[in-house]
Structure formats: structure tokens, C-alpha cells
């Protein structure tokens, strides 16, 4: 008997065209000079991060596109009122909390906290939000996967340490398998065609590395080394000044807040 032939890496691969995409969904944020930078809005099926100083809107740009997520249909990918289904399709919203947000701020910035699919959790510990995110991205209800933020989901052993210990890697290992876990639940999410958006902050810290620092930006995410290549977009925010005619004459602060995002 002749012997078979090994199958060659054409026989194992199969074609998925139809699962490539061309070009990815946006979800806005209502924010038209940023979603016009942005393409329309942030992409879904992949990663986004941002990251910046503090009071730099970060936060506020997540509840923004929770108020759109809420006013989205995921079919046609339109708003609601511009929908040509017979009915929106709605999917589910999930928010990682660990900046303890001031919700009554939420609901003037447009989200509607009371909305059955907005999922909000507050995890006491970072392998509990890992668990949480893991099983919301294997839900194919869940549309919008929110992250705020990274930099404070910290492992349990570091959180039970003595003060004074640190147990050095934890943290980095820890947000590591967190975004390993996300790309590969994208890939099947992609392969089902039901891409979900995952958008996350972190905190931002001093280059590492000596003379390094001279050269361009000062400053860089302060997510492990894996996490600082794993987006598909990174936008930094930083905080403008007030201009005159942007403060109360009574309290003299100011009642608008104005920020510049690099993207």
C-alpha cells in the first residue's frame, strides 16, 4: 500500500473569508470633533485604551459611549431613530467599576442608569473581574465591554500583603492573562460574527529606561509591557485649561471642562 500523503498546512487551514473584515463598525461617543478623528467612533471587534492624567476625561468619554451604546442598534448599526429594522436590535452593557464612578455625573452626561442591560460590577479583586470579563465575552448579548480601570485591578495576594510587602509581578502577570483572554474570546466572537467593543483606561507613568526618556514622550501607560502593544487604538488624554469665558462669575470655576486626545 502507498503511503499517504502528510497533509500540508493547506490542508489544516481552513478559508474564513467571510469572517475577514474589511473595515471595522464604529460606535461614537457624541463627541463630533472626536469621532470625526476617530473614524466615526470606536472600533468594534478589537481593543481600545486610554490612558492620561488624571481629570483628563477618560471616564468621561466611557460613559459617552454607554449613552450611545443605549441608544444603539447593533443590527443596521445606526441610532435607534435613524434605524431601519423593524425593531432595534439592543445588546448588553458591562462596566469593570473600580474608580467608584459618580453616577449622579453619569446621568447628566446621558446614561440612563435604571437601563435592564447595563451591567455595572465593582470587583474586589482583579481575578474576580477576570472572571466576570471572561464569561461577558463569551455572552453574544454583550455588545460594549468597559474597563475603568486597568490599572487598579490588582491580584488578591498583592491586596492580602502586609504593608510594606510587595510581591513583584503579580500585577503584570495578572493584567497579562487578562488581555490574553480577551484577544482570544475576540477571535471567536469574530469568527461567530458578533464583534463586541472592549474599551479600557489605565493610568499613565514616567518612561522607564534611562536617557530613553529624552527622546519623545516622557510619559507612557502604566499597563504592563504586553498590554502596551495589545490595542488597536490607544488614545492619550490630557486636560486644557479653562478659557475666560468658561467660569461662573459667582464661584469663578469653571463650568465646562475642555481636553485634547492624541490618538
Known amino acids: 500500500m502507498a503511503k499517504k500523503d502528510k497533509p500540508t498546512w493547506k490542508d489544516i487551514v481552513k478559508p474564513e473569508k467571510e469572517t475577514v473584515f474589511k473595515g471595522f463598525k464604529r460606535l461614537p461617543t457624541g463627541i463630533f470633533e472626536l469621532d470625526l478623528a476617530l473614524g466615526g467612533g470606536f472600533p468594534i471587534g478589537v481593543t481600545s485604551n486610554l ?7 477618560k471616564t468621561g468619554i466611557l460613559l459617552k459611549l454607554i449613552s450611545t451604546a443605549q ?3 447593533w443590527k443596521c448599526n445606526t441610532y435607534e431613530w435613524e434605524c431601519e429594522c423593524d425593531k432595534p436590535v439592543k445588546k448588553d452593557i458591562l462596566m469593570i467599576d473600580t474608580e467608584l464612578i459618580d453616577w449622579d455625573w453619569a446621568e447628566k452626561l446621558g446614561v440612563i442608569i435604571d437601563d435592564e442591560r447595563l451591567y455595572i460590577e465593582t470587583p474586589a479583586y482583579g481575578e474576580e473581574a477576570i472572571d466576570i ?9 454583550c455588545g460594549l465591554l468597559l474597563i475603568d480601570s486597568i490599572s487598579r485591578l490588582l491580584p488578591k495576594k498583592e491586596i492580602d500583603a502586609n504593608a510594606g510587602d510587595y510581591p ?3 500585577r503584570a502577570k495578572l493584567q497579562t492573562q487578562m488581555i490574553n483572554k480577551i484577544k482570544s474570546s475576540l477571535i471567536l466572537r469574530k469568527k461567530a ?7 479600557g483606561t489605565t493610568q499613565i507613568r514616567a518612561k522607564i529606561g534611562g536617557m530613553q526618556s529624552f527622546y519623545g514622550e516622557p510619559i507612557e501607560s502604566s499597563a504592563p509591557f504586553a498590554l502596551l ?4 487604538l490607544a488614545m492619550k488624554t ?3 485649561s479653562p478659557e475666560q469665558g468658561e ?17
Open 51 to 57: 490612558f492620561g492624567v488624571d481629570h483628563s476625561f
Open 71 to 73: 441608544q444603539w442598534c
Open 133 to 141: 470579563i471572561h464569561e461577558a465575552l463569551k455572552d453574544p448579548n
Open 168 to 170: 513583584v509581578g503579580e
Open 193 to 199: 460574527r458578533q464583534p463586541i467593543a472592549v474599551i
Open 229 to 232: 502593544h495589545d490595542w488597536h
Open 238 to 240: 490630557a486636560k486644557l
Open 247 to 263: 467660569y461662573d462669575s459667582k464661584s469663578n470655576t469653571p463650568f465646562q471642562g475642555r481636553f485634547k486626545a492624541t490618538i
